[in-house]
């Protein structure tokens, strides 16, 4: 049986997100890992609304807060240790990760 452990990161600080990324790229040929990506998402941009006051009856704002969010999906197939050891690191507070693991068997197999 083989897993695939899907990384997605995001953060708004892209720099931070492109050098994490890097070294994770680099660290899985380094142990020879099967790679899928990066793949980029187009940047999401999100708006907050800040209110002036917390009394629910006023209407007054500031203007909204708007920041850009990026993220990258990478697939590791196999390697369980170097996936395991990946999405243990300490990131930066910006940076946040996510990982998912799919575990896919073999065809003609039994249950």
């Known amino acids: 049986m083989t897993f695939v452990t899907r990384l997605t990161l995001q953060s708004g600080d892209r720099a931070a997100l492109d050098g994490i990324v890097d070294d994770i790229k680099s660290t899985a040929e380094r142990k020879g890992a099967a790679l899928k990506g990066p793949h980029s998402h187009p940047p999401e941009k999100l708006s907050v609304p800040q209110h002036s006051r917390l009394h629910a009856d006023d209407d007054r704002q500031f203007s909204s807060w708007t920041y850009t ?37 073999g065809t003609g197999r039994g249950n």
């Open 69 to 105: 969010v990026f993220t990258r999906e990478l697939e590791i197939h196999g390697h369980d240790n170097l996936a395991r050891n990946i999405a243990e690191q300490n990131f930066p507070d910006s940076v946040h990760i996510e990982a998912e693991v799919e575990q896919i068997r």
